[in-house]
């Protein structure tokens, strides 16, 4: 996904005389349109910058990425990757040349475009009830390729967002036809709606009647119905208020299979029905914790079956094993330190990958050893006596030989 600068969907609108003719100002669900190729010039990284005399791409801004799709000059399929404006001029960027005067046909990848008017028009419903029911305004807005997010300042619980997402719902039930406005300023000046920034010239107003009124400039779908499923999948605390995450229409149909395909999964590993397996869960963790405490305590008796053996004499005493608890080693290395004034060590891992220490020692300097034996050994770490840690990529053999003849 791209990272969009500007939070906002408003762009002011100052002579229509000198704009690109925007097509989907006149008709959002414009599949297909002919143009006239303006000029075409070489760009950067391959690309060539497209002007038109008309153009139903919208570009990118206000937090939504440009449409993309192809350009057609007869037989040749050029295809547009990215559009921007600048200066009230709709500039495309495309893989191939095209001649200055060609007339050409557009075709929008129309799937990403309806998507991204579900998304807009379900973001302006919900940000709309927020402000209504909250006080709250939307101050970050970014339209991905997965998910739409909205920044609001202030804090929902977990009721209020369950409460609107039901509420946006009814307004997609209500198929309300959505309407845009050019106000004049006197107009705009005794009009009620939501805005972002300050907007020069023409501003266009988005209406869904009974629901919203937002200053915008992204096609919208004709009405409300035509979103689908408004779904909001997450809410995290952001900036003192909340970021919430949501997907819409077909994106919202994806997400279910997605999220019911996982649950099928998990319900089959669990023997579980797939409205119990949140509750398979939970005892399969107790289940899982109480196995976690039966090995805690069996190794706890082998490391103390081992520390029997050790005596006060012993120069270096050094432990090898597979698999063991970090809190475990680290005891039993501190339980020998207080038996042996010598070396000791405990080594956990195999011949074949290598093993990660933890070393200890009352009277040994242990710094310049570590060092050593990182060096001779392939190893790495370090730490502060009387105990350092690390891992060697080593055989048992060559570390208990190196080990010892500096005990």
């Not at 409300?224 to 229409?249: D, E, H």
Request: net charge negative.
């Amino acid at each position: 996904q791209k990272d969009f600068k500007s939070n906002s969907c408003i762009r002011g609108l100052k002579d229509f005389s000198k704009m690109t003719e925007k097509l989907f100002y006149q008709d959002s669900s414009i599949k297909e349109f002919t143009a006239t190729v303006e000029s075409c010039m070489q760009g950067k990284d391959g690309m060539f910058e497209v002007i038109l005399d008309q153009t139903a791409f919208f570009p990118e801004g206000g937090g939504q990425y440009a449409d993309t799709g192809v350009l057609l000059v007869g037989e040749k399929e050029v295809k547009v990757v990215d559009v921007q404006e600048k200066n009230e001029i709709v500039t495309h960027y495309v893989t191939d040349a095209i001649e200055q005067g060609s007339k050409i046909t557009g075709r929008l990848n129309y799937e990403e475009r309806f998507s991204k008017m579900q998304q807009h028009t379900g973001e302006h419903i919900v940000s709309g009830i927020v402000n209504r029911r909250f006080g709250y305004n939307n101050v970050g807005f970014h339209l991905g390729n997965e998910e739409v997010t909205m920044d609001f300042d202030g804090m929902l619980t977990e009721t209020d967002l369950k409460e609107i997402e039901w509420e946006a719902n009814q307004a997609v039930a209500d198929n309300v036809k959505i309407q845009v406005l050019y106000p004049t300023k006197e107009e705009l000046e005794t009009m009620t709606y939501r805005s972002k920034i300050e907007i020069e010239g023409q501003v266009r107003i988005v209406v869904i009647p009974g629901w919203d009124s937002c200053a915008c400039c992204a096609p919208h779908v004709d009405a409300t119905g035509q979103i689908g499923l408004i779904k909001l999948i997450g809410a995290i605390k952001y900036k003192g208020g909340m970021r919430v995450s949501m997907v819409c229409g077909f994106r919202a149909l994806l997400d279910y299979n997605q999220k019911e395909a996982s649950v099928v999964t998990i319900s089959r590993k669990l023997s579980a029905k797939p409205d119990s397996i949140a509750e398979a869960v939970d005892r399969l963790q107790k289940e899982v914790e109480a196995q976690k405490e039966k090995i805690r305590i069996l190794q706890e008796q082998y490391l103390k079956g081992v520390l029997k053996e050790i005596k006060p004499e012993d120069t270096c005493v050094l432990l090898f094993e597979e698999t063991l608890d970090t809190v475990a080693v680290r005891n039993f290395v501190n339980d020998v330190m207080r038996i042996t004034d010598g070396i000791c060590g405990a080594f956990i891992g195999t011949d074949a990958e290598g093993y990660r220490y933890i070393l200890g020692s009352s009277k040994k300097e242990l710094t310049n050893i570590s060092k050593e034996m990182n060096q001779t050994l392939n190893g790495r770490g370090g730490g502060r006596p009387p105990m350092v840690q690390g891992s060697v990529k080593a055989r048992q053999s060559e570390i208990e030989a190196f080990l010892k003849a500096q005990s």
